[in-house]
């Protein structure tokens, strides 16, 4: 059997048109391979393009709040500065003024401030010493009692001292001082005298108060 060459192939018709429509298949896969290729890259581009105008868009306008926010802190921060600085200032002239207020009311106001704390303390005190009775014959009704009056005295106390601490920064009279000073210390020392058996009497209140 003769064997056709190639050549000899490519001369017969049948086969020339076989090899051109083969050919020009190749050639739409390819021209369709690229067309497909180019769209896709024009898309790509298009987005990249259109991410990187975004991203300076973002960019200006995140150096924009970055300068802004360094201008508001730089602004907060001297806001605070002065802030601390009135404080301190209105706190040292308040207090300055205060204590020309308070150095200048009744004297007897601080020793009833220091004789109500003494009371209140002595009143504790006598609840600390009445506890150990509770177990010697029928003295637990006694030491609750005097728990119990403790806690009244020391409430009147405090109630007391902070009512002289405030008159300290009030125009008041001197009349008006003894009267309601006299008033608090015959509260304190009512409720104080069961107290008394355990540790004695109160001190003498601040001179010029009656009770």
């Not at 200032?89 to 220091?114: C, K, P, T, V, Y």
């Not at 015959?186 to 108060?209: C, H, K, S, T, W």
Request: proline fraction near 2%; hydrophobic fraction near 45%.
């Amino acid at each position: 059997m003769q064997t056709l060459s190639l050549e000899t192939l490519r001369r017969l018709p049948a086969f020339a048109a076989l090899m051109e429509e083969a050919e020009r298949k190749s050639l739409d896969e390819r021209a369709a391979l690229i067309e497909a290729w180019q769209t896709t890259n024009t898309q790509a581009r298009a987005e990249i393009a259109s991410l990187e105008a975004t991203e300076r868009k973002l960019s200006a306008e995140a150096d924009a709040l970055a300068a802004e926010l360094k201008r508001l802190t730089e602004q907060r921060d001297l806001a605070r500065m002065g802030l601390l600085r009135v404080a301190n200032r209105h706190h040292r002239h308040n207090e300055e003024a205060r204590q020309r207020i308070i150095a200048g009311a009744d004297s007897r106001l601080f020793q009833f401030i220091l004789w109500a704390r003494r009371a209140a303390n002595m009143a504790a005190f006598a609840s600390h010493r009445a506890e150990p009775l509770a177990v010697v014959g029928d003295f637990t009704a006694q030491t609750l009692k005097a728990t119990k009056q403790a806690r009244l005295v020391a409430e009147l106390c405090e109630h007391a001292a902070e009512r002289a601490e405030a008159m300290r920064l009030e125009a008041i009279s001197s009349s008006d001082v003894t009267g309601e000073l006299s008033a608090m210390a015959a509260n304190i020392r009512d409720a104080y005298q069961p107290l008394a058996m355990f540790v004695g009497a109160l001190p003498a209140e601040p001179d010029g108060l009656t009770h």
